[in-house]
């Protein structure tokens, strides 16, 4: 019996970590799928005990085969299911029956292949809901737990892929079998070692964020490598992410669908609907996840976890033997969101010592050819650059010969400070083993190590302070009633009660009253039509702008009423609302939808034309406090327009931020009452006079509302 | 004696194959930088005569060596001078006296390293230009010529990389020895044959381009891969790129620089001027040259490029073994502007006659992994696909061994069809050799396949009709002079004499005459101030908008002229203008300005303060025509503007290309006499209705002009 790795009592465990596995449909033929995986399970040794099923052999691959299911000596904690798809419900009832705790389904045909396999799955779904077994699949290519050596997949790549030696810490997890099989190839390449290796398929009752949460509390697990097509349960993905987080685990994820060719290919093909791709990246950068769409790069930067725990941020020093390079290297790290600051001159005037007069100590550090052959000033060098504070991290670019008359150096600097240098050799240095094993990563390529340090270094930035884990453990708001009437007025008041502040307005009901109202306010001033019924104000001829007496108001609020009328007769006119003329610095959209899988989501964006064109908005999953709307409002391309550019006056940022912040706080509290809550414009004052909603808008609930 | 190569009798020929090298400095010590290229030159067998020069030695790697050059038995085709910058023009003359017809130097301590530098470089360079030798350098590692085996480089590469066994096409053109070694590395282990291996150091003498040209002419080169800091012939470098594509060869280009501390650390090291980075990429695009910044692309489509008559183009379709492998390739093919057209229904059918339910047929095509296993099938279906003229090209994705099991039929219909198949494989397939050489690219990585296959497919897209060379084969236009009062009226006309459409508007030097014109354009007009001394006309209170009526017209006549005396007394005022008010869908911006390497430039965008915000700007070097105009507006973000984005009116698109290519004549018609001309707003109408110059604005060349 296999004496269980962990103490974790997931859910998953029998599934992933069973202590014996049945193989219904076994068979001899290591290149069937009923073969395949019990010659793995017996070739990398598993140690617990497997149960061939198949009444046409007494023996497969050494092992007894049994006729039945019924006739095993014992309950299996897992059953692999090598049949139709047509013969699986009525399996899982026997294996059930016989007290089965988990079962794999391989088959294909449900779901993904149309209405016919639809109604498989869901009496697969339906029985298996009246139990408590744990059903993976259907439409699997199997798992391999390496470190137990648990295999139930049909994956050759475990027979031309070079078997680890010992256990890994890397996992990777895709809702696809050839996605699995295809990074695991590339990351053994590497020399990557394994703890998991897990296709979801269609995941009729075991979603991809069940996996995550296992994987996460799972001590093999360091790094997960994930491949996603659609997120069934964002909530469980979620909480499974920030686990990540807290245990300092590195999740590299992968989204399929960046267009929408991609994405009809997708649903073709496993009947997922690929979701809003923005929100996954928001989702996924407030999670710090590095997402990458790249096989090698999710590989890489799984290689390069190992050096997770040196110290790193975003401010790189770049040394090289080439002026050319250096310059190189400082455009790609810049270009993808590092820093490449200038040294402190103490520490220039230090590398001047001992650098010609053509090299460069400004950083891009240029030390010449010459330099690789003064091992003293070298090591003096490194030592000064893994002490100062003006830098992060340490990538030093050496063809071949040159990098090996630095590696000694660079291996005894390493073991000596605990911050990161990286190697980049485009030449064939002999030493690059003995700098990886010495705490020295060593990339072969320029392009590779930008496309994985770039986002390595990022994410050890962002891990320094977690902002997504501070705001999660803030309690969320009360629940606010949405008002009876969703006019323009309850609607701003409902959003005032949270701190998003509405400028100077009253409800008219007569001209007189809108007269006094407007007197008391102050002109000019704007009247709008109010009525819950009416969402195009302007459309309806009931809104009149500039407004400059009393006498005007009078009239507007005559003849804006009688257009509202004329435009939509059966709407509840409910008066007119006087606002406060304001002007300011930009106006801003900031509204709130309903994502089907991560839940109420934020966008913040310049309102107007151009903005859609140019898809100019930031996204995020709420909660969002203060400073994350501020990281929102850094990413929009117009931002220089709040900050004075051109000589423009300067907006009121902070207040911006606060008022986001309010928002997000509003929506949150409306719980399920509302599928999109928005704020348009919001107006942007001079720094100092704050923001103000000049309209708002909710949108109730439509109907049955799931509990993302 | 090196019996010559080739007939070409370009002035770089003693230079890039000489049939006699003498290096002065020469040593012993294969590891300096005298006595590397003596090592290279012996060990791999250059065929001319070898001079060593260096008075301490009677004999270096088996050569005779001479005392100095004046003992040389005759006059050498190449001097290599390994000696110290200072002493180098002195040598200089006496390599001249000598005889010798090239020289090429070493030495670092010129322009490159400050003020004492550059008057060494001025020194020798005021040498070389009374003489007719080509002297290369200074600050450079050599080159090789590797269909020669001439060797004058100092480049430990050729130590490290294994040399080809024969002749090669590629040649490596670089401003840095570092990156030249460093893609050749990379190159070299793809298997890439290379003909000749350049950097051009400082180019006091010989600059890039000509060596450009030179090998635009070379029989032994058909490819060409570049690193380009800074041009400094830009109508050399055009020329010389037009004769690759006329002669069908592939030209692939690095600019570094991409961001202001790259450019910045570019100018440190070698004294260059970075120049306009998105100038740049329009000259290259125009030029149909690949622009990549990074070296494993380049290699990559180095090697590609061995299949470039093959026929190919921008539709492709996508065989795959994976639905999720399916939608990651077409999202990636997509992505980068290629298209993955929906195949026609009669191919379709034809498919699905041999691929399971599950399967794909639309494209991507997912064939599943059982069709590998059915050759049959597997052959018909990849001989329709070679014959479909709803595609270009043809990208299988398979990995290991389902690759081999579709390798021979790949070959033979690669044998028997011109259309490009290329296999990427993330396993391990056998038959990766068989294939290439069969006529099928085979790729081990889905990044690495994308990054090469897309820019080779645009290209192949665009040599089917190169438009650059079209519009070059027309006539310039002849000279027009630009009148001697530059206000907006003569500028206008100016530009109207080329074809760019003005509205109706007249000049009137009294307030009656300004009615009286007002009343013959009919109202409601526009009045601006006419003054040549006036750029802002609007700060100069010198524009009045909508005016209605004659009388609105005298009084705007004589206040627009008063505030304009007040606000520029010593402004010459001419009058005014008056215009038809004119209304439209947009406003661009169409501006020509003079860059330093290409010459006259034209910019087309959006106008307003956004556009300059997202940099919504399409940049081209003249001429451009209305084939190239439309190319400009599309690549616009705010082209939907014109199109009818959103229920808007469509915008007379044809006319603006018109105007656009209008524009691009006047601009070459001025010839040296304008740095910028500019017409902004250009008021695009409804489709139609033409478009209309609302302002425009020449400025007149500043002095001395360079023939740029």
């Given at each position: ?5 962990k103490?974790?009592t997931h859910?998953?465990?029998?599934l992933?970590?069973p202590?014996s596995?049945?193989?219904v449909?076994?068979s ?6 009923g073969?395949?995986p019990?010659?793995?399970l ?8 497997i149960?061939p099923i198949?009444p046409?052999y ?9 006729a ?8 299996p904690?897992?059953v692999?299911l090598a049949?139709a798809a047509a013969d ?7 294996c ?11 088959a ?6 149309g ?9 697969m ?10 059903v ?21 790549v ?7 030696p010992?256990s ?9 079998g050839?996605?699995c099989a ?13 703890s ?12 991809l964020?069940?996996?995550l ?10 790094v997960?490598?994930?491949y996603?097509?659609e997120l069934?349960?964002?909530?469980r ?5 920030e ?6 685990k590195l ?9 929408e ?7 073709s093909?496993?009947?997922a609907?690929?979701?809003?791709q923005q ?11 590095i997402?990458s ?6 590989a ?7 050096y997770r725990?040196?110290s ?7 040394i ?5 390079l ?10 993808q ?16 010592a001992?650098?010609p007069d053509?090299?460069m100590?400004?950083?891009p550090?240029?030390v ?9 000033f ?6 000064a ?11 030093v ?9 630095m590696a000694?150096?660079?291996c005894a ?13 485009t030449?064939?240095?002999q ?5 990886r ?7 072969e ?5 930008i ?6 270094l ?7 302070h ?6 999660r453990q ?14 323009e007025?309850?609607?701003?008041q409902?959003l005032?009660?949270h ?5 100077a ?25 109010l ?7 302007t ?7 500039r407004l400059?007496s ?7 609020f005559?003849?804006?009423l ?9 709407a509840r006119?409910?008066g ?5 003329m ?5 106006e ?5 939808t309903?994502?089907?899988v991560?839940?109420m989501?934020?966008t913040?964006g310049l309102?107007?034309v ?8 930031s ?15 850094g ?5 220089p327009?709040?900050t004075?550019y051109r000589?423009?006056a300067l907006?009121d940022?902070?207040?911006?931020c606060a ?5 997000s706080?509003?929506?949150?509290a409306l719980q399920e ?8 414009p919001l107006?942007v004052?001079?720094q100092g006079?704050?923001?103000?909603m ?15």
């Open positions: 019996m296999l004496s269980p790795v103490k974790a859910r998953l465990e029998p992933l970590n202590a596995i049945a193989i449909g076994a001899n033929n290591a290149a069937r799928i073969g395949m019990i010659a793995h017996t070739k990398f040794g598993y140690q617990g005990v149960y198949n046409k007494d023996e497969v691959f050494g092992q007894r085969c049994y039945d299911i019924e006739s095993l000596p014992e309950a904690d897992l692999v049949i699986v419900t009525a399996m899982l009832r026997r059930h029956a016989k007290g089965a705790r988990a079962v794999l389904v391989y294909a045909g449900f779901a993904e292949e209405a016919k396999g639809k109604l498989l799955q869901d009496d779904e339906a029985f298996v809901a009246t139990t408590d077994m744990v993976a699949g259907p439409n699997l290519m199997g798992f391999a737990n390496l470190n137990g050596q648990v295999h139930t997949n049909f994956a050759s475990f027979n031309t892929s070079p078997m680890q010992g890994g810490t890397v996992s990777l997890l895709t809702q696809s050839n996605v295809a990074v695991y190839a590339i990351a053994r390449r590497l020399g990557v070692e394994f998991h290796f897990i296709n979801t398929g269609n995941e009729a009752c075991v979603d964020a069940q996996y949460e296992y994987l996460a509390q799972d001590d093999g697990t360091e997960c490598m994930g996603i097509e069934r349960d964002g909530k993905f979620i909480a499974a992410a686990e990540f987080a807290r245990r300092d999740l590299i994820l992968y989204k399929a669908g960046e267009t060719k991609g994405s009809e290919a997708v649903r093909h496993t009947s609907l690929a979701g809003d929100i996954y990246s928001a989702a996924f950068k407030q999670l710090n996840i997402q769409n790249d096989f090698v790069q999710m890489q930067l799984a290689n390069l976890a190992q725990q040196r790193a941020g975003k401010r790189v020093a770049i090289t033997i080439s002026g050319a250096g310059a190189i290297l400082a455009d790609k790290f810049i270009l969101g590092l820093e490449v600051p200038t040294l402190p001159q103490a520490l220039q005037d230090m590398l001047r001992g650098i053509y090299g100590v400004s950083n550090v240029d010449t050819g010459n330099v690789v052959n003064d091992p003293g070298v090591r003096t060098a490194m030592e650059l893994a002490q100062s504070d003006a830098i992060d991290a340490v990538v670019y050496a063809p071949g010969y040159m990098l090996d008359r000694d150096d660079l600097v390493a073991e000596k400070f605990p911050r990161l240098f990286v190697a980049i050799d030449g064939a240095a030493k690059r083993e003995q700098m094993n010495g705490g020295v990563p060593v990339f390529d320029i392009g590779v190590a496309s994985a340090l770039s986002p390595f990022l994410w050890q930035e962002r891990r320094k977690n902002r997504w884990l501070d705001v803030q309690p969320a708001p009360a629940r606010t009633a949405l008002p009876a009437r969703l006019d007025y309850s609607t701003k409902l005032v009660q701190g998003m502040p509405a400028g307005e009253r409800v008219a009901t007569t001209a007189d009253e809108a007269a006094q109202a407007a007197d008391a306010i102050g002109y000019p001033v704007v009247l709008k039509v009525s819950a019924d009416i969402a195009h104000k459309e309806a001829g009931g809104v009149r702008l400059q009393a006498d005007d108001v009078r009239k507007a005559n003849e804006v009688a257009s509202a009328a004329r435009y939509d007769p059966k006119i409910d007119a609302l006087i606002c406060r304001e002007s300011g610095v930009a801003l959209i900031v509204g709130a309903r994502d089907p991560f839940g989501t934020l913040v309102g107007g151009l903005t859609e064109l140019y898809k100019d908005v996204h995020r999953v709420l909660p969002v406090d203060e400073a994350m709307a501020r990281e929102m409002l990413e929009l391309k117009a931002y327009l709040l004075g000589g423009r907006g940022v902070d207040a911006t008022a986001i912040a309010a928002f706080r509003a929506v949150l009452q509302a599928d999109e809550v928005e704020v348009n107006l004052k001079e006079q704050g923001v103000c000049l309209d708002a808008l909710v949108l109730p609930a439509a109907q049955t509302i799931s509990n993302h």
